[in-house]
Every structure is written in C-alpha cells, then in structure tokens.
Nanobody, 114 residues
Framework: VQLQASGGGLVQAGGSLRLSCVSS????????MGWYRQAAGKQREWVAS???????RYADSVKDRFIISADNVKKTVSLQMNNLTLEDTAVYYC?????????WGQGTQVTVSS
C-alpha cells in the first residue's frame, strides 16, 4: 500500500490550498487518517486527523482555519487549508493508521510567502 499526497505549492499569506491523499493498493480496517507537517529544522508535528467514526481533531495552531475530510470508501483524505500564514510553511504528510500499522505518504511541500 502506498499513499500519494498532492496539492502543495506556493501561496501568499491569507490564501488557501487543498491537499489530497489517495491510497493505492488494498488497505483495510483504517482507524485514523491524518495529516502531519514538518517545517525546516523542526520535528514533524500532527496537524489534523479523522477517525473511521468521523471524529475530527485539529492542532490548536490550525483550528478554525483547516478542515479535514475523508472518504472511507475511496480511502482518501483531504485537508482544506485557509487563511494560511508563514508558519504553515512545511512539508505535509498524510498517514493512515490501521490494525496493521501506519502508512505514510511521501509529503507535499507547502510554502507560504508574505
């Protein structure tokens, strides 16, 4: 199973981007789909996640600006990012957690300019 993240790019502060993550191959029993990010020189941090029961959680830094959505049938997860700030610049990774463990996507770069 592989995850392919896309949708990153260069955007001005205050702008929006939508990230998507699709899975290839068979994966069952997904419990959580989430997004993480890693800024240059910093540790990877959790951004948002959604459970199979559609419970959504957000990091405080993105709450009220980012929206996570998932399709459990298609096994895709998206992240709508609004009102982006310079601090949102990072490589964004998607991750699926199932009974078999974690699967990570390859990351997509988001750069916010002033």
């Amino acid at each position: 199973v592989q995850l392919q993240a896309s949708g990153g790019g260069l955007v001005q502060a205050g702008g929006s981007l939508r990230l998507s993550c699709v899975s290839s191959g068979r994966i069952s029993g997904i419990k959580v789909m989430g997004w993480y990010r890693q800024a240059a020189g910093k540790q990877r941090e959790w951004v948002a996640s959604v459970t199979a029961g559609r419970h959504k959680r957000y990091a405080d830094s993105v709450k009220d600006r980012f929206i996570i959505s998932a399709d459990n049938v298609k096994k895709t997860v998206s992240l709508q990012m609004n009102n982006l700030t310079l601090e949102d610049t990072a490589v964004y990774y998607c991750k699926f957690t199932s009974a078999w463990g974690d699967v990570w996507g390859q990351g997509t770069q988001v750069t916010v300019s002033s």
